[in-house]
């Protein structure tokens, strides 16, 4: 038998790379091997390598079989370097030369293909090779130095060996011819595959980087793509290493490693595919694979302690729980969704049994267990339609949990909240929950509950003994319903507030739901009179006041966000607004306050109607003004008429398209742009419109033809403001008028005069409306006569007001204009001012009123031609008399003034009726 060292010198020949040419170099190792074998060790009788490929890998597997002879004696350990490099260099080509010319184009990896031809055999005959080749290095790895030698460069070309004989196109049950060209020795002999298949086993669970070689062979680096039966059986071989003890998280390591230099755990498309492979399951127990992989996964995210890896393998936990998810619903939710939320359902289930402690779940673990939600939210992991199925069953749990941290100083809060936000973001039927939440009753009792930390945190607890209620805070005080512990409201706003952008559809649909939920309950406090009966009554007005402020809040922060849907939002206030007209006593008074801030909303022109939308809105006219006629709230009856009047106003506009555009017009830049101020005659921001309105009588006051042309639609626009309670809007309308007084005079004086004399208006606007009368009477001048009779009937009713003096003195006032101006037309009521001034100054006790009864008397003499007097002499000696008896009374010094003044103008003229001259009449008689 030869010894280790002739066995050595016998591989070195192998080594000789004397030649440049490879053939050539084959073909003179052969020599040298057939001759040193003949010198050292006699060969067989049927030893012939070819003088070709085959021949040299022939000689290498031959040496190599004389060596693994000596292992039992000789282990490899106890050789020196040279010997081992000579062991290196014998495999390599045996690799090389042999493995990888006699598999199929793409099974061996490319860093060990040469550039040899493929030997010229039958498959079944390449098989047979293979088999020897594998067997011989079978001895090889099961020892332990020789085995790290092979396994550490050639784990991946001897499993694609092994890939090759079981599982190829021909396999070796199938060979049944031989001929003198195969390399075994023992011709005769076909191994059996199980030998092959429990070699690969082993191969299999020998080294911790098995997935990576097999990965190798899956995604060659070079061109050669691998065929498709090999992707199939290395996708099984995977799935073998996954099934392993941590094998998901392994497997996972490897191919990021091995492919560390091409991709990034943030390539999304790799990530993809190593989740698909990961988690495709077998076609023999698919149920059990799946299983095996959900509680790996279960488990991973603990594993990842180190930030590195925690980055690095994030983005395929998400992927791959998606997949599972996906792929496994119930069976994922049952396995792993469960009990990464598992304190949430045990809060759920709200029963205690005797084996329970008190503490379900510690501070510590708590805090844990919040931070692996924490992760989950973060990586985005919520975001897939699995959110539905959690939003059922968890987040009832979660939001109350918030709502038990947020009004501590607790650190989990933000978690909490980025918790509670994804979930929401993602998910479609959350507003659901969060009504449901909001119909939470903190007085009721629990026996499982989340309780305070000593530290600061929180704790899942259950109650010991009789369960006793969460929150003790409540106050029967009508004042303090909701009690100092109910952060219900505030919480759900701050949770609405985080949503991610691009919600608003969603938000939308929330505030309706909710707004239908407020409308079907009822909100308002004078339903629930009989609430301190008892919890029931209590709660559910605590019920109905939260959702009037959630309401109320959505409003004030997110505005038009809430109105995206339009059609049906549009229709519910509608209804709103109909069922109050038609019941006035309905009380919704809030319900109706809110949609009439909506409507406004809708009337600013900022959200775009459509053509059946418009003609909704326009349909509430009616409903609108009998709601300001019969509501008993001041308030809903001045918002229900300023509505009606801007939508009045819409209407109107819409007759005024010309106006709209805009026409260059040259007094644009100062009087202001006509379109604008158009546009905003149907705001109904009140500045906006009343700005508008005075806007719009500079216009008239320029004669602008464009605003000449439709005179009469503006006018019925300002006729309809005079409606308006604000006063702002109110005056600027009625000066407004009295700048197209010559048009539709009649008109304009009733609806004036009317004003004046309306009781429900303020004192001072009714004043100033007198103020605007007397301008009219400036303005139509000419024409007056025709209009002075209900001019003087109407300032003669204010001049009797008994309650109110502005009134009787702004009468007074517009009654001396008045005498100034109508001069002759004026005469026909000389008895009516007279009396009226003689009471005035004789019973009224203003000094403002007698001041005003003084003007009219003097603005009547300065006015008049001094021979009128002459005719007037009854009329002529009572207004000397009055003036007589207020010189000589304690008046107010202006007053007493006028008068002298007046009475110097009368004083020749009374005394020619108290003292006529004599005349001299000459009678002639003719005798």
């Known amino acids: 038998m030869a010894t280790t060292e002739q066995i050595f010198t016998l591989l070195k020949t192998l080594c000789e790379t004397n030649e440049d040419d490879l053939k050539a170099v084959m073909v003179f190792n052969i020599k040298q091997y057939q001759s040193t074998r003949s010198t050292l060790i006699s060969p067989p009788s049927d030893f012939s390598p070819s003088s070709d490929a085959r021949g040299f890998v022939f000689c290498c597997v031959d040496g190599l079989k004389l060596l693994s002879s000596t292992l039992p004696t000789a282990p490899g350990h106890m050789f020196s370097v040279t010997n081992q490099n000579t062991f290196t260099q014998v495999l390599q080509m045996l690799f090389g030369f042999g493995v990888a010319a006699l598999c199929d184009t793409g099974v061996c990896p490319v860093s060990v293909q040469t550039e040899v031809e493929k030997y010229e055999s039958c498959p079944g005959q390449r098989n047979v090779e293979l088999q020897e080749i594998v067997l011989v290095m079978q001895s090889f790895v099961e020892d332990n130095f020789y085995g790290s030698l092979v ?68 995604l060659p680096k070079g061109t050669a793509k691998p065929p498709t039966w090999l992707l199939a059986v290395t996708n099984d071989l995977m799935r073998l290493q996954v099934l392993r003890p941590n094998g998901v998280l392994n497997v996972a390591r490897q191919l990021f490693e091995h492919y560390g230099s091409i991709v990034t755990y943030e390539d999304q498309d790799f990530c993809d595919k190593v989740s698909t492979v990961i988690v495709t399951p077998p076609r023999v127990k698919p149920k059990e694979y799946s299983i095996n992989i959900i509680e790996q996964v279960s488990v991973m995210l603990e594993e990842l302690t180190n930030s590195k890896l925690r980055q690095q393998f994030l983005r395929l936990y998400k992927n791959l729980v998606h997949k599972l998810t996906a792929d496994n619903p119930d069976l994922a939710f049952d396995l792993y969704w469960s009990k990464i939320f598992s304190p949430c359902i ?29 992760t989950i ?43 509670v936000k994804e979930l929401l973001g993602s998910s479609s039927s959350w507003p659901n929950k969060i009504i449901d939440f909001l119909s939470t009753n903190l007085n009721d009792k629990r026996e499982v509950l989340w309780g305070n930390g000593p530290s600061g945190g929180f704790m899942l607890m259950c109650q010991s003994g009789n369960p006793v209620p969460r929150s003790s805070a409540f106050s029967l005080d009508p004042n303090d319903i909701l009690g100092s512990n109910d952060k219900i409201v505030e919480v759900t706003m701050k949770i609405l507030k985080s949503l991610p952008s691009g919600r608003d559809d969603q938000l939308s649909d929330f505030f309706l ?19 301190l009966d008892g919890p029931a009554d209590l709660h559910q007005f605590q019920v109905s006041l939260r959702k009037g402020l959630l309401l109320d809040l959505l409003c004030q922060t997110f505005g038009q966000k809430l109105l995206k849907n339009t059609a049906q939002t549009i229709a519910l206030l509608k209804l709103i607004v109909v069922q109050k007209s038609d019941n006035p006593s309905l009380e919704k008074d809030e319900v109706l306050l809110i949609s009439f801030g909506i409507l406004s909303t809708y009337m600013r022109d900022e959200i775009t109607l459509s053509e059946s939308d418009e003609s909704e809105i326009k349909s509430l006219i009616g409903p609108l003004n009998k709601i300001s006629e019969t509501s008993g709230n001041r308030e809903v009856a001045k918002l229900s008429n300023d509505l009606k009047i801007c939508i009045a106003t819409k209407i109107n506009l819409d007759s005024l398209p010309n106006l709209l555009k805009n026409q260059g017009d040259a007094t644009a830049s100062t009087l202001g742009s006509l379109p604008d101020i158009i546009k905003d005659l149907g705001d109904p921001l009140i500045p906006s419109r009343a700005h508008a309105i005075i806007q719009l009588g500079k216009q008239f006051a320029a004669k602008n033809p464009l605003v000449m042309e439709n005179v009469e639609l503006l006018q019925k626009i300002l006729i309809e403001n005079l409606t308006h309670d604000d006063s702002y809007v109110f005056l600027a309308a009625v000066k407004c008028l009295a700048q197209i007084s010559w048009c539709n005079t009649q008109n304009i004086l009733d609806r004036i005069t009317y004003e004046i004399q309306n009781t429900s208006r303020k004192e001072d606007d009714r004043a100033k409306c007198m103020e605007v009368l007397v301008n009219i009477i400036k303005i139509t001048n000419e024409m007056l006569p025709k209009y002075e009779s209900q001019i003087f009937n109407c300032l003669l009713k204010c001049v009797n007001h008994q309650h109110s003096e502005i009134m009787r003195v702004s009468s007074l006032s517009c009654l001396g204009e008045l005498c100034k101006i109508c001069k002759l037309g004026i005469l026909c009521h000389i008895q009516e001012i007279i009396d009226v001034c003689e009471r ?5 006790q203003s000094p403002l009123a007698k001041k005003g009864a003084i003007l009219i008397i003097a603005n009547f003499i300065e006015s008049q031609d001094k021979s009128l007097f002459h005719e007037l002499e009854r009329e002529t000696l009572r207004i000397y008399r009055l003036l007589k008896k207020v010189t000589a009374s304690r008046y107010d010094e202006e007053v007493e003034h006028r008068a002298l003044q007046a ?22 008689k003719i005798l």
């Open 151 to 218: 396994l550490s460069k050639y784990l991946g070309i001897l499993i694609a060996a092994c890939v090759q004989i079981l599982f190829g196109p021909n396999n070796p049950g199938r060979v049944i011819k031989q001929n003198k060209n195969l390399l075994l020795v023992q011709k005769s002999k076909i191994i059996d595959s199980k030998i092959i298949k429990n070699f690969l086993d082993e191969l299999l669970y020998k080294s911790p980087k098995v997935a990576s070689e097999i990965v190798n062979l899956q």
């Open 346 to 374: 045990t809060w759920n289930l709200n029963t205690k049994n005797p084996s329970m402690s008190k503490t379900l779940l510690g501070e510590k673990d708590a805090e844990s267990w919040l931070n692996r939600l924490e």
């Open 513 to 531: 739901q909710l707004f239908r939920d407020v409308i079907s309950s009822g909100s308002e406090p004078e339903q629930a009179e009989n609430f």
């Open 377 to 419: 939210a973060n990586s985005g992991l919520l975001q897939n339609n699995l959110s539905e199925k959690i939003c059922n069953k968890f987040l009832s749990a979660l939001l109350y949990l918030y709502h038990h941290v947020y009004q501590g100083i607790s650190p989990q809060k933000t978690a909490l909240l980025a918790l």
């Open 903 to 924: 009475l110097g103008v009368l004083s020749g003229i009374v005394r020619e009726f108290m003292f006529p001259k004599t005349k001299i009449q000459h009678d002639i």
């Open 840 to 844: 005035t100054l004789v019973e009224d």
